[in-house]
């Protein structure tokens, strides 16, 4: 270990083979964005505090990285981005075709402890869909996710799409007599099923007048799921994606501003986390705007740090993965310089290929030619070969098969190595 | 404009053709830097802060967003990147084959009043060459920061390369038997030549026993060059680069690590700003690593705000710009659902059409034909009708030139349209 400074905890540091990593997933994320007919924006890494306090509330809000800036201002890191774009679509709404199909990646920050899939700073894919209320919203953005977990790699058995809706919730509040106070308690109390002990549930549950007995029968035998949810679930199997979901009322998903459909993918195998999640908000930006601006919602978001670790531990997805990093070599030809003296012919053909597209790497200084071979055999790429004997012509060899062959260095060399380069990679 | 929150003074919001303006740099920082040989990385936002108290000094130190996070500790969102490379680079350059090729793109933030041409968040593309002292590396980024130019669209006479060596300057003290101090006295006067009342210069000039006149001499006359600039000029000529730099010993940049020499992509233009800039710093990794690690270095930086507005203004770059802005169509293909009982046999149809890699949308909620048509014509691209007459054939049409033709849905459908994008596009 070096000695020195050293990173915060929770902060990563992404080495060039971690950022192919990362860039895999960010252009995975965009081109399924892409073919979903979404646009790329991007907000502000700081924004006012009063944003996220007045949004998120809960259990955000003791996570944040605030602080005063130098004017004095209450500012944050943002630690998610919904909020932005709520604060952004209010703003410049107006100028866009509906719905307003935008999408987003970039880091966002929050003060918990680090751990094994955890971090102080993650980047987060978030998909949106602005002015429609109608269903057929809600099943794009799940439809969305399905692929993008695809394209990732991962096949049917490996996640599932866990599919609610609040406003089941509402209804059952409705015919049990409680207030809209009392439904948001008993939501808290259905989103923390899982964590809580059944004698906590039921104490909770009964200062509502509510069993147990009561909540799982609505959650595991539902009279009827809504239109909502029937909708969603015959639009998702038009489309050849019905198996990858199941309804799970007990999904309700903790932040308070979710107001009706809910989905979460969730890893089906070993480990059971949520991999990205998200659903229905159609107050958020009336709220965020002083209701000057209505406009119904629905978006999700996923984490690099958690689907990381779920293709790391899928073989298959993993292998896709590995494929997509080996075709993004480092460089495509080594320029071997066999005579010092030749150099500035090396720098000459150096830019022809550059300038054609070609990646290239030379010995930047004078370098003994056995260390040269072995530098080239390391970047795995060609070598050609300058001021050997062939000079003018230039030899051609492939490391990984041993082969040779001359090349005239003419006008047409840089298309002569890009077709050299087409057949043998 | 609606009420409600605002963003901070300086913060940007990137809409989607701001976004895709900013896409565009990025894909251009990443292709030069490919085809060069660098490999990107990335270190964190945020830092200790006395990574930057340490190494940069001066004027960024005023600067900070520096506060106290939520475990006492006094971190900083970085100011600039060539610290936080320094700190990783001494941490893992063991690993690495010498010389390391590396690259990022990234967030900066910087409290200053916001204007024209400055923001207090940009990002930056740093490119970095480590492990060589070889002048043929300083050489590689210049040329790298060359093709950068031409492949935004510049032409030769939009910008110039200012080329500059503190060794010079560091002779040039020796000879006047300046102190090491004093020289560096000196470094800062030449800095501010162009800012400071000729006065102001005559005074501190004086103060090291020197003559206004000595040092305009020593700039516009000077007697050698040295050997790296030499170099470096021979090895640009070779590359068919030398038009564009002209050595202008006045540059010594600003910053107290810079070492040997440094350039500057300087807009020759009506404005004459600095666009990127740059240099050796072959002391800066040992400093931030107690010693413990020695490694040659140099690289530049570019910031996305000045060359955006140098490519608008320029009108050849400007139009290579839009020309790849309109080639990034948001849809190619728009589904109007002539028949709404048909919707789930339009919903197939996006979900094969876009698993083939096309770009589609359609509408998410029963919507009048003729506003779908409209809606269809609006996102620029083709139409395929699902529903008419000629169901359950396609109709697929292109808007710009009003010519329809029918086309049969069976399992090649992606196939045909495919072909047909690439033919009328």
């Known amino acids: 270990m070096a000695k020195g400074f050293q990173s ?19 252009r995975t994320f965009r081109e399924v964005a892409r073919r979903y007919g979404f646009l790329e924006y991007e907000t502000p890494l700081l924004e006012p505090t009063e944003l996220y306090l007045k949004k998120s509330g809960g259990e955000l809000s003791s996570q944040l990285f605030r602080f005063e800036d130098q004017g004095g201002r209450d500012i944050t890191l943002r630690p998610e981005v919904t909020a932005s774009l709520g604060r952004l679509a209010a703003t410049v709404q107006r100028n866009y075709q509906k719905p307003i199909r935008w999408f ?6 929050r003060y918990e402890k680090p751990q094994k899939g955890r971090t102080r700073e993650f980047y987060q894919f978030n998909v949106d869909l602005l002015g429609e209320s109608n269903s057929g919203a809600d099943a794009e953005l799940i439809a969305l996710s399905i692929e993008l977990m695809r394209e990732l790699g991962f096949l049917s058995g490996d996640y599932v799409i866990r599919l609610s809706d609040r406003s089941y919730w509402q209804a059952f509040g409705e015919k049990k007599g409680l207030s809209e106070e009392q439904t948001a308690e008993l939501l808290q109390i ?23 007995d009561e909540v799982n029968t609505a959650i595991e035998q539902p009279e ?31 932040l308070a501003y979710y107001t009706g459909v809910v989905f979460e993918v969730f890893d089906a195998r070993k480990s059971l986390r949520a991999v990205a999640g998200g659903g229905r908000y159609d107050t958020l930006i009336s709220s965020l705007s002083d209701g000057s601006v209505d406009l119904p919602a629905a978006g999700f978001a996923i984490g690099d740090v958690v689907i990381r670790h779920l293709i790391e531990e899928t073989p298959h997805a993993a292998a896709k993965m590995q494929e997509a990093l080996e075709a993004d070599k480092a460089c495509d030809v080594f320029i071997v310089l ?17 300038s054609a597209g070609i990646a290239v790497t030379y010995p930047l200084a004078p370098t003994k030619v056995g260390k040269q071979f072995k530098q080239a055999e390391q970047s795995g790429a060609q070598l050609a070969r300058v001021g050997g004997n062939e000079f003018p012509e230039l030899a051609m060899k492939t490391l990984s098969s041993r082969t040779e062959e001359t090349i005239t260095a003419d006008a047409d060399i840089a298309d002569s190595i890009l077709k050299r380069l087409n057949t043998t990679s």
Do not use: H
């Open 8 to 26: 915060l905890p929770g902060f990563r540091d992404f080495r060039p083979e971690d950022c192919a990593v990362r860039n895999y997933l960010f």
């Open 104 to 109: 987003e990646i970039g880091q966002c920050f």
């Open 190 to 212: 259905v989103d923390k099923l899982e964590r809580n002990k059944p004698e906590v549930t039921e104490e909770n549950l009964s200062s509502l007048g509510l069993t147990a």
């Open 224 to 254: 009827a799921l809504g239109e909502n949810l029937d909708n969603i679930l015959a639009n998702l199997e038009a489309r050849g994606m019905r198996d990858e979901v199941e309804v799970d009322l007990s999904i309700v998903r903790g």
């Open 338 to 354: 066999a005579d010092e003296s030749k150099q500035l012919d090396a720098l000459g053909l150096a830019s022809k290929l550059r």
